[in-house]
């Protein structure tokens, strides 16, 4: 047990941290307006500060795409791995096969077609990743031009044309996050060719068409400097913002699955604050996105410091999501989550039948529907 000397300096740092908090709450009290105020006024100083933040995420993407250019193999431990990959993930076989499509198949080929798969998907998400990159280096690189220390305040290209590109690519970025949602949620591949990608992304681009040229008609070529023209293109850029932010929020939402699926196993140990920081800090990144595009925004003081602001947070956002990614792809976490998902489990049949339901009262003379085999599986993504 300590001894009470121990335990009087104990109590003695923790009254003197408390001490030292109270001052420095009360310094904040009384001088911190008028200190906020003096560093605030300083536009050279926004102007620079926004440089160092529009430089750092630049780089942050840029050594994303140049690092991680492939992801890791996975391959099969010894010969007999393929024969335990279908125990191990407790997939129904008969006789040693495993139905598919109503089809009985070797477990054997499955095991391989399903690694094949794993490793298709998980080379479509790291590429529209690396799209969503690219396209958000581009934005930087404008943000970063746009600054006063290249171009005046009142000239045509701050005023109107680096918006302009900064809207589209920014615009651009998001259908690529929504894209690898898809590859996480949906069916990119054909059921029967892991060669073969689905035109997954054929919608999004029709979509997008219609809305970058709506775009164009209403905000980029009529009415340059006039009012309406900067109030429709505020418009724009907080639907481009909401869009950005579902599609964050989606895709950080099957990593939060993934991270929860995985937790206990060995390579999915790391840590506490990777593990807080995908539920806290991912969707806090994603909450900030319609405020991305619209730092006109004066109720919360000067609008640079306020961009600013959303600089930083995307910034710190951005580490993380793509260090996640990272991580994720090392320690092919995100390959172990895919093969849970396309494994066809075995699920227990007609389990519901052990609860209450409103569907009791049916008298029992009735015939039930006829299910087909294997109507009651899980779901896959394939």
Not at 72 to 88: A, G, H, I, V, W
Not at 214 to 235: D, G, R
Not at 237 to 247: E, K, N, S, T, Y
Request: glycine content about 4%; charged content about 20%.
């Amino acid at each position: 047990m300590p001894n009470s000397a121990d335990t009087n300096s104990r109590v003695e740092l923790i009254i003197f941290r408390i001490a030292a908090l109270v001052l420095a709450i009360a310094a904040i009290a009384t001088q911190g307006e008028a200190l906020f105020q003096r560093f605030a006024g300083r536009q050279m100083l926004a102007e620079d500060f926004k440089l160092v933040l529009t430089a750092l995420n630049f780089i942050i993407l840029a050594a994303f795409c140049v690092l991680f250019r492939q992801q890791p193999p996975l391959k099969f431990k010894k010969d007999t791995s393929r024969d335990e990959y279908s125990d191990l993930l407790n997939v129904e076989l008969t006789n040693g096969r495993v139905e598919v499509d109503n089809k009985m198949v070797d477990r054997l080929d499955r095991a391989d077609f399903n690694n094949k798969r794993v490793k298709r998907l998980v080379h479509q998400l790291i590429s529209n990743i690396h799209l969503y990159a690219l396209f958000l280096m581009i934005v930087y690189l404008v943000f970063f031009i746009d600054n006063s220390r290249f171009y005046a305040d009142g000239e045509g290209l701050r005023h109107h044309w680096f918006p302009i590109i900064e809207d589209i690519f920014n615009y651009l970025s998001a259908v690529c996050l929504f894209w690898g949602f898809q590859v996480l949620y949906d069916t990119t591949i054909d059921k029967n060719d892991n060669k073969k990608d689905l035109p997954y992304r054929l919608p999004l681009i029709i979509i997008s068409v219609v809305f970058l040229a709506c775009y164009m008609i209403f905000v980029a070529y009529p009415m340059a400097n006039s009012k309406l023209s900067e109030i429709v293109a505020n418009w724009f850029r907080l639907v481009i913002g909401i869009f950005d932010g579902l599609a964050m929020a989606l895709l950080f939402g099957k990593y939060i699955s993934m991270e929860h699926s995985l937790q206990n196993i060995k390579e999915g140990n790391y840590g506490e604050i990777v593990r807080w920081g995908i539920i806290i800090i991912l969707p806090i990144y994603a909450l900030a996105q319609p405020l991305f595009g619209s730092f006109k925004i004066t109720a919360f003081g000067d609008e640079k410091w306020f961009a600013n602001g959303v600089f930083f947070v995307c910034l710190i956002g951005k580490f993380f999501f793509l260090y996640v990614t990272y991580l994720f792809m090392r320690n092919k976490l995100m390959h172990y989550y895919l093969h849970l998902v396309i494994a066809r489990h075995g699920v227990p049949k007609n389990f519901y039948k052990c609860f209450e339901s409103d569907s009791d009262g049916v008298p029992a003379n009735l015939p039930e529907p006829e299910q087909e085999p294997g109507s009651l599986k899980s779901p896959t993504l394939s």
